[in-house]
């Protein structure tokens, strides 16, 4: 099956090939643990999630590596402003230590995770630490010092950019302009230039060039290429990575390795907008997972809302556009209890619709396409109700919406719900099929799903 991707490297749609043909070699950028995840970063993670199992659809392996970044994150890509696990402490009153930094990073860590399982996303190969990496940050940063292509300042140990050609290739068109116009020179050689060790006499390890931490872009680089090799396949992040962290991470990997290119593939998604704005968490749209279930929201209505915009065009949110995503969610499953019960043993099913299906996925996961020929297949006729439920368990296990998991759940069903059950039980034996789409409405707008079975109906929270 050919798979084609949109590289970030090239600025071109290309075939994807791996370097071996059996595996993939996988590194995304994950989070740092100094605060809860916001649905912005979360739709990242939906993106990758949904870039493995259409790798896994294609018949490869993935060892995918996504590290914690729990030190050493400053406020800023350029190394500028507040270490970020510093401001963590400073915001919930812990001792400004290592310990303090691992009791924050911990807390937030299981709280990205948590979010991770309730979106259906599956866990990396490898979620490696950075702050139990300091000695091969320290081994890499020396290793650089010795092909000369570092230099100190009285703050830390900084990458001459100036001595690799290439800089910036990853971004030529806006590098300079947009960003390294931005940052501030200091004693810096060139406003490029990136830090690789800053110094810290109350916080950090113990270093040939001083007592600190390691910088941001470095990390990323020792994990991934001690996890993945010295090249691997495809690294993801958001686009705000392009021009400097992703930027200076290829520039010290291939400056230490001595191998060109450090990676194949760039992917980068584009970000979640609200009310036209970027979603940061030093800003005032800074919604978690939890706030969305607070309002009644399943964690899944939020992952099928990303699937209908396409990675690389900014995802508009809005509780309207999420109202939609669970309506049609909640349509899906209530379709999928109803076929769940028409299936017994293996059938032989048409290809049409997988063939249509798999063509999206690997059209650049083009999920929006996808979706619609899911919908397509179930509205169907000529398609018999087992296949449709056969093909709906296929495309799940690339939409990642957990079908397979879905049951009626077990609980008291209020009174109100109860009767138009039965109302509608009775309205459908009559062949009042009106009268019936229309009681399932209003046990929908009441929060159930009805599906129908060969013994009458069975409810479920939706």
Known sequence: MAF??????????????????????????????????HIGNLRAYVFEDLLKRVLLLNGYAVKHIMNITDVGHLTSDADEGEDKMTKGLRREKLPLTLEGMKILAEKYTNAFNADLKKL???????????????????????????KGFTYRTSDGVYFDTSKVKDYGKLAPTYQEAEEHARIKKGEKKHPRDFALWKFNKDLGWDAPWGRGFPGWHIECSVMASKY?????DIHCGGKEHIPVH?????????????????????LHHEWLELGGEKMAKSGENFITLSTLEEKGFHPLDFRYLCLGTHYRKPLMFSYEALEGARQARRRLVERYLQLKKSTKGHKKVRLEYWERFIADVNDDLNTPKA?????????????????????LLRFDAVLGLHLKEEKPQVEKIPAAVMQLAKERLEARKRQDWKKADQLREEIRKLGYIVGDTKEGYELMKG
């Open 120 to 146: 259906n996303i599956i866990p990396p190969t490898l979620q490696p630490k950075a702050s139990e990496h300091v000695a091969e940050n320290l081994k890499f940063i020396s290793d650089l010092e010795k």
């Open 371 to 391: 979706l619609a020929t899911m919908w397509d297949m179930l509205h169907d006729d000529d398609v018999k109700e087992y296949e449709k439920y056969s093909l």
């Open 246 to 266: 992703h930027t200076n991470e290829i520039a010290q990997s291939e400056a230490a390795w001595g191998k060109k290119p450090w990676v194949k593939y760039w």
């Open 228 to 232: 993945l090799g010295k090249q691997f």
């Open 4 to 37: 084609t991707v949109y590289n970030t490297l090239t600025k071109k749609r290309e075939l994807f090939i791996p370097r071996q043909p059996d595996e993939v070699t996988l590194y995304t950028c994950g989070p740092t643990v100094y605060n809860y995840a």
